[in-house]
């Protein structure tokens, strides 16, 4: 099987609305929406850190480098979970994979709310990060493969949006509430999602490929309307499920063969962007940092990049088909190194904040989920998302200690 054919095929749309007209775009629209609670999840996971530093580390009896071990568990999970992401999802399906992930959040959660020591409080941390380690793959993976090409890059953006306004939303609410009832609002979307995955179909082409031909042509029916004929569409993916199960079995070391290695360069290189950038480092140590810059409080300016992060990731959702993948990466990428320059100079987070939330919160995922062929997906997603947590460990778990060693200035600057 040629190398062209498999780039062609993996590019192609896998749902293709023959009729727009008679397409049930909103029964796609309300699976992206239970798909991205999990981004919700994810995001308030991510948000918790930095508004709950100061309560944890007094109530608990924690010193620096206890609650650096909290931050930074974070990523630790998730690289547990992203290892096994690829795997899971293809072996017990996309819904059920999210399911299993809302459970160890919501377990996690728990053990964060009745914690007495750091002990509970790591593990509770750990087993929420598990749940998002796979979330994170599962996710975007999902809702390229039941989107229309006409809506995938917006609606697959939508991702970065609700990781916006999850982790906005711990900040704001971080500022007003204790840390254990934080936690609580956290299960809330574990709970919806829960909920929402027992109406939501399932993935066609995941269906496809473990052979339920009648389950196929239900979910796929749910995602195109009852009036819509599926029989070509449906007859398409099972063809092409067919010619993909010729295809070898794949595994991680076959991602850095000749046919694969742009991809995965791409892939990866742009998770190390993402994730060396720095942002995992504001988000977890924001309140720190503006105390550190003068605030008299650390909400005061929280809640100012809060209102530059939801505008700006909505306008990248926005604009995302129609100016293209790279320009905004160029864009987003220029602007977030102007941030961080200025954050060093005179700590200007909301410019950093803004810059990032345009492209390059969102846009590696998307990219991710559409540049690799489809029997690689599993095993590539599985790679870049162990990339993308392993950079955010190293960047959240050092950070606190250059904030002590060296200045807000350097940190940031270099």
Not at 129 to 134: F, P, R, S, T, V
């Amino acid at each position: 099987m040629s190398t062209e054919w498999e780039g062609a095929q993996a590019k192609k749309p896998l749902l293709v609305t023959g009729n727009n007209k008679a397409s049930s775009i909103w029964v796609v629209v309300a699976s992206t929406a239970v798909a991205v609670a999990g981004s919700f999840v994810f995001a308030i996971s991510v948000g918790y850190s930095s508004p709950s530093q100061e309560g944890i580390m007094r109530d608990l009896h924690l010193s620096l480098a206890e609650y650096s071990v909290f931050g930074s568990i974070l990523t630790i999970g998730a690289m547990l979970g992203a290892i096994l992401s690829g795997t899971i999802a293809d072996w017990v399906g996309r819904r059920c994979a999210m399911a299993i992930s809302d459970v160890f959040c919501i377990l996690g959660y728990l053990l964060i709310v009745f914690s007495k020591n750091s002990v509970w409080l790591d593990l509770g941390r750990l087993s929420i990060e598990c749940g998002i380690g796979l979330l994170s793959y599962v996710v975007p993976v999902y809702i390229s493969e039941i989107t229309p090409k006409n809506l995938r890059g917006r609606l697959a953006a939508v991702n970065q949006l609700m990781i916006c306004c999850g982790a906005s939303l711990a900040y704001a609410l971080g500022t007003c509430i204790t840390w254990r009832t934080l936690a609580i609002v956290g299960v809330t979307p574990c709970l919806l999602q829960l909920v929402g995955l027992l109406v939501i179909p399932e993935s066609p082409r995941w269906l496809a490929k473990i052979e339920h031909s009648g389950a196929l042509e239900e979910a796929l029916q749910k995602l195109r309307g009852k009036e819509t004929d599926i029989s070509e569409e449906a007859a398409d993916i099972k063809d092409f499920t067919e010619k993909i199960q010729h295809l070898p079995q794949s595994k991680m070391l076959d991602l850095f063969q000749k046919d694969y290695i742009h991809a995965v360069t791409v892939g990866v290189g742009l998770m190390v962007l993402q994730q060396f950038g720095g942002v995992n480092a504001i988000c977890f140590y924001a309140s720190e940092i503006f105390v550190s810059a003068g605030f008299s409080s650390g909400n005061t300016g929280m809640l100012a990049m809060v209102a530059v992060q939801i505008p700006m990731t909505a306008l990248g959702v926005l604009l995302l088909d129609k100016a293209g993948r790279r320009p905004l990466l160029v864009v987003s990428a220029a602007g977030t190194c102007l941030g961080c320059l200025l954050v060093g100079l005179s700590f200007l987070s909301k410019i950093f904040s803004g810059s990032f939330s345009l492209g390059m919160g969102g846009i590696p995922w998307v990219i991710m989920s559409e540049i690799f062929p489809i029997h690689m997906k599993g095993s590539a997603g599985s790679l870049v998302t162990l990339v993308s947590w392993l950079g955010s460990w190293i960047v959240s778990y050092a950070f606190n200690f250059l904030l002590v060693h060296f200045s807000c200035s350097r940190a940031f600057a270099g």
